[in-house]
């Protein structure tokens, strides 16, 4: 199968979805000529002119107003947020707004919008743009959440949330644009909802998520090398979550690590694990742990930031732990 | 220092903050390029007028808040360039102890608030410290500099209604240069700038951004007119970006022509028209000039070296300044 990058995935994935549904547009800041910063859009207003690749002002709380406004009146606007953290200037219209109206209208009116933003830190860009932020709109009701771990899963999972009826956060990892994955030619969609069981193990389940995909198949790699089966799986979406597939292999392997890029508390993690221990304690042999990125900004020294995520190594470290039975701090 | 600029040690002054902002960028941009830099920055070369001008007219007690493109604010206001390439290379002994980077440069000693990473970021900021001013009795000016493109940013109507109605000693300075990243500011800004501020009764200038003696002249006087309850102002500085939008734009021409650029830079330079006053004016002969020139570079070349050699933070400060009151977070 051909290999290409996330950044060609995604451009794709709009570039197909605009040709099946006049009713798609994009809109952003720099997202025409430039292509975004990422260059992630190249070509597409070269195809779809400026009135379907809109570029706006640096007005964030306005274009995604208009998006809202656009998606109730019977368009599909996939926003562009440049940056993940530029999310707090747009959550009231995303979460007051568009979170809210098909419930607040008796399922009368719908918003099926895209935010196509991003997350992950270890770029050296401080703390205003490195920020994880997918658990913040992943507590809102009204909001799904799509966190492709690869090119694969970003294509399928964004012509999916084009088609969805609903307001969709989609987060991609900025450090993964230039990563290569197989990509298949013929048109293919990933439902939400379907973890993807990427490593079969029988010692102990690596639940990631995007980023931190990755850092569990390494860590996979790590504990293979030691004799310790790691099973590891991407939920792909964390609303919905596919809560049947991480109870499975946490009854089948009795012990769970949840790892993503987002800080430890009061995040992914801690709902992931939460609900393990809900519906599965009985066939656990050790406390479900969890690691997020340190709950601090995150910061510009490279000295500093590299610490503040979670490594393969790290992963595997405390997998042995749960292996051997040795408690765990739990701070 | 707050008077108008009439004396040869205040011309000098001026002449040698902004030689000393464009040396530090050369180097900033040295550092990138040959990967000594983590991450990226945005070089003000060519915009040097707009702070050192502005700055000359402030005291130390008086407060600025900055953008991205903060270096020439940084300098300008007072900084040193030992702590400055320590913050840049994320060095334990940068203004920020390496946690902030080139996009969080901080200077308390000096009233620079801070760099601000995202658009606009700083407008409540510096109209807050306006505000305190007022409220206190205190006589402190303080200066907010933006972008054209931070012009779209609704937060700067909602500050400026509250500026006027309250009549705070705040100066809205609008740099303008031309470009919000890769777009030119008549595409993404409608009307004219000015009367925006004019709408809510805020007196509004525009003073040309490459001339010293211009930009310092008016600051000099609405500074003072702040301080006796007389502001808010605004002024717009038509100005000039030398690089990219950041050390990584190299390629632009699809946005900005070189004939333009170098349009600018011969015909329109801040320091070169300076130099040729002072001269003209028999402020400094050539020679002295030169030798100002050399004892600049000689200083920015010994600050990189000191920098380069620094050391990082420990790793135990990742965890510290997340609370006033609390050491280490994680402890
Ligand atoms: C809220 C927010 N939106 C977008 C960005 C990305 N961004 C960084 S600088 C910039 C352009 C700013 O243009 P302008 O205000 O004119 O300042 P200049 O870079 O020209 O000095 C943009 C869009 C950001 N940092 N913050
Ligand atoms: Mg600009």
């Given at each position: 199968?051909?290999?290409?990058?996330?950044?060609?995935?995604?451009?794709?994935?709009?570039?197909?979805?605009?040709?099946?549904?006049?009713?798609?547009?994009?809109?952003?800041?720099?997202?025409?000529?430039?292509?975004?910063?990422?260059?992630?859009?190249?070509?597409?207003?070269?195809?779809?002119?400026?009135?379907?690749?809109?570029?706006?002002?640096?007005?964030?709380?306005?274009?995604?107003?208009?998006?809202?406004?656009?998606?109730?009146?019977?368009?599909?606007?996939?926003?562009?947020?440049?940056?993940?953290?530029?999310?707090?200037?747009?959550?009231?219209?995303?979460?007051?707004?568009?979170?809210?109206?098909?419930?607040?209208?008796?399922?009368?009116?719908?918003?099926?919008?895209?935010?196509?933003?991003?997350?992950?830190?270890?770029?050296?860009?401080?703390?205003?743009?490195?920020?994880?932020?997918?658990?913040?709109?992943?507590?809102?009701?009204?909001?799904?959440?799509?966190?492709?771990?690869?090119?694969?899963?970003?294509?399928?999972?964004?012509?999916?949330?084009?088609?969805?009826?609903?307001?969709?956060?989609?987060?991609?990892?900025?450090?993964?644009?230039?990563?290569?994955?197989?990509?298949?030619?013929?048109?293919?969609?990933?439902?939400?909802?379907?973890?993807?069981?990427?490593?079969?193990?029988?010692?102990?389940?690596?639940?990631?998520?995007?980023?931190?995909?990755?850092?569990?198949?390494?860590?996979?790699?790590?504990?293979?090398?030691?004799?310790?089966?790691?099973?590891?799986?991407?939920?792909?979406?964390?609303?919905?979550?596919?809560?049947?597939?991480?109870?499975?292999?946490?009854?089948?392997?009795?012990?769970?690590?949840?790892?993503?890029?987002?800080?430890?508390?009061?995040?992914?993690?801690?709902?992931?694990?939460?609900?393990?221990?809900?519906?599965?304690?009985?066939?656990?042999?050790?406390?479900?742990?969890?690691?997020?990125?340190?709950?601090?900004?995150?910061?510009?020294?490279?000295?500093?930031?590299?610490?503040?995520?979670?490594?393969?190594?790290?992963?595997?470290?405390?997998?042995?732990?749960?292996?051997?039975?040795?408690?765990?701090?739990?701070? | 220092?707050?008077?108008?600029?009439?004396?040869?040690?205040?011309?000098?002054?001026?002449?040698?903050?902004?030689?000393?902002?464009?040396?530090?960028?050369?180097?900033?941009?040295?550092?990138?390029?040959?990967?000594?830099?983590?991450?990226?920055?945005?070089?003000?070369?060519?915009?040097?007028?707009v702070a050192?001008g502005i700055c000359e007219a402030l005291t130390?007690?008086d407060r600025i808040t900055s953008t991205?493109?903060?270096?020439?604010h940084?300098?300008a206001k007072?900084?040193?360039?030992?702590?400055?390439?320590?913050?840049?290379?994320?060095?334990?002994?940068?203004?920020?102890?390496?946690?902030?980077?080139?996009?969080?440069?901080?200077?308390?000693?000096?009233g620079n608030l801070?760099?601000?990473?995202?658009?606009?970021?700083s407008m409540?900021i510096a109209t807050?410290a306006a505000?305190?001013?007022?409220?206190?009795?205190?006589?402190d000016v303080t200066v907010c500099f933006f972008?054209?493109?931070?012009?779209?940013?609704?937060?700067?109507?909602?500050?400026?209604?509250?500026?006027?109605?309250?009549?705070?000693p705040v100066i809205y300075a609008c740099e303008?240069?031309?470009?919000?990243?890769?777009?030119?500011?008549?595409?993404?800004?409608?009307?004219?700038?000015?009367?925006?501020?004019?709408?809510?009764?805020?007196?509004?200038?525009?003073?040309?951004?490459?001339?010293?003696?211009?930009v310092?002249?008016?600051a000099?006087?609405l500074v003072?007119?702040a301080?006796?309850?007389?502001g808010p102002f605004f002024v717009?500085l038509?100005?000039?970006?030398?690089?990219?939008?950041?050390?990584?734009?190299?390629?632009?021409?699809?946005?900005?022509?070189?004939?333009?650029?170098?349009?600018?830079?011969?015909?329109?330079?801040?320091?070169?028209?300076?130099?040729?006053?002072?001269?003209?004016?028999?402020?400094?002969?050539?020679?002295?000039?030169?030798?100002?020139?050399?004892?600049?570079?000689?200083?920015?070349?010994?600050?990189?070296?000191?920098?380069?050699?620094?050391?990082?933070?420990?790793?135990?400060?990742?965890?510290?300044?997340?609370?006033?009151?609390?050491?280490?977070?994680?402890?």
């Amino acid at each position: 199968m051909r290999e290409i990058t996330l950044s060609k995935a995604v451009n794709e994935a709009l570039a197909e979805e605009m040709r099946r549904d006049e009713t798609v547009f994009i809109i952003g800041e720099d997202v025409a000529e430039a292509g975004t910063p990422f260059k992630v859009l190249s070509g597409l207003v070269e195809e779809f002119g400026t009135q379907r690749v809109i570029d706006t002002p640096i007005a964030e709380p306005g274009f995604m107003g208009l998006a809202v406004g656009a998606a109730m009146t019977g368009a599909r606007p996939v926003v562009d947020l440049m940056f993940g953290d530029f999310l707090f200037l747009i959550m009231d219209q995303l979460c007051n707004q568009a979170a809210k109206i098909h419930y607040m209208s008796g399922g009368k009116l719908n918003v099926p919008l895209v935010v196509r933003t991003n997350l992950g830190a270890t770029r050296r860009s401080a703390a205003q743009h490195s920020q994880s932020l997918h658990a913040l709109v992943a507590h809102i009701p009204g909001l799904k959440v799509a966190l492709p771990s690869s090119a694969y899963e970003a294509k399928g999972l964004l012509k999916t949330a084009i088609r969805d009826n609903n307001p969709v956060v989609i987060f991609e990892d900025k450090l993964m644009y230039n990563d290569k994955a197989p990509v298949p030619e013929e048109e293919y969609l990933i439902p939400f909802g379907e973890a993807a069981v990427l490593r079969d193990g029988t010692d102990i389940t690596l639940i990631g998520t995007s980023s931190m995909v990755q850092v569990c198949q390494k860590a996979a790699e790590i504990l293979a090398a030691e004799g310790i089966s790691a099973e590891v799986i991407d939920p792909r979406t964390i609303v919905p979550l596919d809560e049947a597939a991480l109870l499975k292999s946490a009854r089948k392997t009795s012990r769970v690590i949840v790892v993503d890029e987002g800080h430890q508390s009061f995040g992914i993690t801690g709902e992931i694990a939460g609900r393990i221990n809900e519906k599965a304690f009985y066939h656990l042999d050790a406390p479900v742990l969890r690691m997020g990125a340190m709950d601090v900004p995150v910061p510009f020294s490279p000295a500093l930031e590299d610490i503040t995520v979670p490594t393969p190594e790290a992963v595997a470290a405390n997998a042995r732990k749960l292996m051997s039975g040795e408690m765990i701090d739990a701070a | 220092m707050a008077d108008s600029k009439t004396n040869t040690e205040a011309y000098l002054r001026m002449y040698r903050q902004m030689v000393r902002i464009r040396t530090f960028e050369d180097n900033a941009n040295q550092l990138y390029l040959s990967a000594k830099m983590p991450g990226l920055t945005h070089m003000y070369s060519g915009e040097e007028a707009v702070a050192v001008g502005i700055c000359e007219a402030l005291t130390d007690n008086d407060r600025i808040t900055s953008t991205h493109r903060g270096h020439g604010h940084c300098v300008a206001k007072g900084a040193e360039f030992q702590q400055m390439f320590c913050e840049l290379l994320g060095k334990e002994e940068g203004y920020c102890r390496g946690k902030g980077g080139s996009m969080h440069i901080a200077d308390q000693s000096h009233g620079n608030l801070g760099a601000n990473a995202i658009v606009g970021g700083s407008m409540g900021i510096a109209t807050g410290a306006a505000l305190r001013a007022k409220m206190q009795g205190a006589d402190d000016v303080t200066v907010c500099f933006f972008g054209d493109g931070a012009t779209a940013q609704g937060l700067l109507y909602e500050v400026m209604n509250m500026a006027a109605l309250w009549k705070l000693p705040v100066i809205y300075a609008c740099e303008n240069n031309g470009y919000s990243e890769y777009t030119k500011t008549d595409e993404i800004a409608a009307g004219k700038i000015t009367a925006r501020a004019e709408a809510f009764g805020i007196e509004a200038f525009e003073v040309d951004g490459q001339d010293v003696l211009a930009v310092n002249d008016l600051a000099t006087k609405l500074v003072a007119r702040a301080r006796k309850g007389e502001g808010p102002f605004f002024v717009e500085l038509k100005t000039y970006r030398y690089h990219g939008h950041h050390v990584g734009d190299i390629n632009r021409e699809y946005y900005r022509s070189k004939e333009e650029e170098q349009d600018w830079k011969a015909n329109r330079d801040p320091i070169i028209r300076f130099r040729s006053w002072l001269v003209e004016q028999g402020v400094a002969s050539e020679d002295e000039i030169e030798a100002m020139n050399a004892e600049v570079k000689a200083d920015a070349a010994a600050a990189v070296d000191y920098a380069i050699a620094a050391k990082y933070p420990e790793a135990h400060e990742v965890d510290m300044h997340v609370f006033t009151d609390i050491e280490h977070v994680l402890a």
